[in-house]
């Protein structure tokens, strides 16, 4: 063979961008089946299980990307001024359906402020933190907003065990501390913390914070904005 | 459970009319589903782009949502473009862009349309509801607004934003926009300026600093506009509006030659821009790089296969500058450029059937590009039936005589050509830009390559005359002149050194003869050039030389 100088990372990429499409056709497809057969699947755990999973490729795939496009120095933060209690809802009623299947119940506690972000970027860290705690929770979810020390303070909690001694008071993570046995979770605490550093104001750069408690008892995710 | 403010809006999706374009049918008809499961009774469903349009031509609709990718032929954005500039759809209107993307890279397409919002797939019910509901409601918020602005009631408009932005906090963003290019508008540059500096103080935003950059360009403040917006571009490579305000900062200070590599930067990050790739051809055709110019008119044109911004113009412009390229290259280079302008013309002739003019502004073209190749007999011909045309004309319309005259030139026909700038000079004299081209013409009347030449000369010459070195100003101005032997500027430059000389000199008889010379040359120049009163100075000082 000669071709030795193939660009794998960008036939990656595209082939990612591809897969990354046909999940979004199938994830649909699993929502239309939903509604047609509220009855017999709204609470059938294969069901559910299929489109946890269909979801979890789907924000894995969308965090690979972003974390490509990272790498060649082509993912900018586009901030703009968003209201937060707004955005927060939108965020979550792309996973009702499952939760409500899941019999999980949840809520927003957003004080009433506007916040600096970009909205993309931030819809997949969250899509992803949402994912994440369906899958460790009991059986509550929580989304919160508040201002604290000058930054939007942005959580996700849950009731579960919590996250693990080794991975709370998270600071900025570097791709080599990423422990690739851990599987998408490191990933997406990586792409989380890049995402959280790219918002910037002034001397004041963002982060994420891991610890556990909260209102609910289990797992705390925050991703404070300057 | 959620906090729900609907109360001002019992079931908003009721009374709104919905349009929905898909190329799936399954999208089309689980959209509907989840449209009406939200409580929308009026909804269309179309495949394409052209029942999409027909479609808003005759209803009212208020909100479109249109997927980006349609297969073959129109996209979303094309959709877009058609429905805003034939003004189908109202600023009250919501134009949603269905995407499977979630970067933002088609945002980067347009310049002047851009959707409401993007949705991104996949969609679900909760979703839409939600995000389609909360446009809604900022809809019916800010209806009063929107209606002034399409009543083009500006001030009324921004009387209502400053009424609103204590009330509603949540719309601040979008009103200070609104309101920084109302003022803008309405040329009230310095409540826009104190807008976008109140956003500023407050958070350093993108759409803000453009806008103060638009206010900066509108005060002439060019080197603070260019300045600013060049550390925008450094923060945000992929802000295309940047780029474009910046390359129209840097035209209007005559850095033609820097605007142009700011578009090139731009084309290269979003390649799909029509507009963007058309005032590059134009600023690279000023730049007389033809190379540039002519790819930027390849894409502009293709690009316009599908867009409304489609045009002959653009086609004539591609064919011209490509007859400029292959003119008297008869090299298989030169041929196929002398190829592909003749197709661009025929094909130019075939999609715009319903313009007159056009036959006669191709044959204008061909003919020049025949005598490029050296096809004499067939430019010969081409020329005689245009000629016939352009003198069925009372009024010749500028650039036709402009495009004409210069095949005349290209023909031998110097004094036919001379001759019509002259009447043109005369019809145009209030129209500047018409006039500057027809001294362009009137001085250079040569192919692209050997004004370059010429140029380099002037300045040559210029430089030596200025280090007092006259013998090579003078040389140099006779090189320049043997190339463009009527130039205004050129012979009133050489004429100005040759009386330098003759005053350090005992025998003049023969440097005053050469201005002479010189200055018969410029007998025929319109009193519109800009040179003329240059002219008529240099001829009077002359003669009380020379009496």
Known sequence: MTDQNIDFSMVLASAVHDMKNSLGMLINSLDELRTDHQDSLAHSNQFNMLQYEAERMHNDLVQLLGIYRLGQNNLVADVDEHYVPDFLSEQLARHTPLLDGLGIEYTIDAEEISGFFDEHLLTGVLNNTINNAIRYTKSQLRLTAREQDDYLVIGVEDDGAGYPESMQNTSRLSFKSVDFKGGSTSLGLFFASSIAAMHNEGERTGSIKLHNGGKLGGGVFEIWLP | ?547
């Open chain 2, 1 to 547: 459970m959620m906090r729900s403010d609907q109360t001002e809006l019992a079931n908003p999706f009721g009374k709104l009319t919905f349009l929905v374009v898909d190329d799936f049918e399954n999208f089309r008809l689980s959209m509907r589903q989840m449209l009406r499961s939200c409580g929308a009774e009026k909804i269309e469903l179309v495949a394409h782009a052209t029942p999409a349009v027909q479609y808003c031509s005759y209803n009212h609709v208020d909100v479109v949502l249109c997927d980006y990718n349609l297969g073959e032929g129109k996209n979303g954005q094309h959709i877009l473009e058609e429905l805003r500039h034939k003004k189908l759809l109202k600023r009250s209107s919501l134009f949603l862009m269905v995407t499977a993307e979630t970067s933002k890279e088609m945002v980067m397409g347009a310049r002047e349309y851009q959707p409401d919002a993007y949705l991104t797939k996949p969609i679900n019910r909760a979703v839409l509801e939600k995000r389609l509901g909360s446009l809604i409601r900022q809809r019916h918020a800010l209806l009063p607004i929107n209606r002034e602005i399409d009543h083009e009631n500006y001030p009324k408009a921004i009387s209502l934003c400053l009424e609103m932005l204590p009330k509603q906090p949540r719309y601040k963003t979008w009103l200070m926009k609104t309101m920084g290019e109302l003022y803008i508008q309405v040329g009230d540059l310095a409540h826009a300026q104190k807008v976008y500096d109140d956003v500023l103080a407050q958070r350093e935003l993108s759409w803000a600093r453009l806008g103060r950059c638009k206010v900066l360009l509108g005060n002439r403040h060019f080197d603070e506009a260019t300045s600013e917006l060049r550390g925008l571009i450094e923060k945000h490579p992929d802000y295309m509006e940047a780029y474009d305000l910046l390359a129209e900062t840097l035209e209007k200070q005559g850095k033609v030659p820097q605007a142009q590599r700011v578009l090139e930067k731009a084309a290269e990050h979003s390649p799909n821009a029509l507009l963007r790739q058309r005032h590059l051809a134009e600023v690279a055709g000023a730049n007389q790089d033809m190379d540039t110019a002519s790819e930027a008119w390849r894409q502009t044109v293709s690009l316009g296969t599908y867009s409304i911004h489609d045009d002959p113009e653009h086609y004539l412009s591609l064919a011209q500058s490509l007859s400029d390229l292959s003119e008297g290259d008869l090299e298989e280079e030169g041929a196929q450029r002398a190829e592909e302008a003749l197709n661009v013309l025929s094909k130019m002739e075939r999609r715009f059937p319903e313009d007159e003019s056009l036959p006669l502004r191709s044959k204008i073209v061909q003919s020049r590009v025949q005598a490029g190749q050296g096809n004499d007999k067939q430019a010969r011909k081409l020329l005689k039936d245009a000629s016939a045309e352009i003198e069925s004309f009372k009024e010749l319309p500028a650039d036709i005589g402009l495009d004409y005259a210069k095949t005349l030139f290209r023909m031998g026909e110097d004094q036919k050509a001379k001759d019509l700038l002259g009447e043109l000079a005369t019809q145009f004299e209030n129209e500047p830009d018409v006039l500057q081209k027809i001294e362009g013409l009137l001085d250079e009347p040569v192919g692209f390559r050997q004004k370059i030449k010429a140029r380099g000369l002037n300045r040559e010459g210029i430089k030596a005359f200025e280090q007092g070195d006259l013998d090579t100003a003078i040389t140099t101005f006779e090189n320049a002149l043997a190339v463009v032997p009527d130039h205004a500027a050129l012979n009133l430059n050489l004429v100005q050194v040759l009386l330098k000389k003759s005053e350090q000199e005992t025998n003049k008889a023969d440097l005053l003869n050469a201005c002479q010379k010189r200055l018969a040359r410029l007998e025929s120049l319109p009193e519109q050039h800009r040179q003329y009163r240059r002219y008529i100075a240099l001829s009077q000082k002359l003669k009380g030389l020379t009496a």
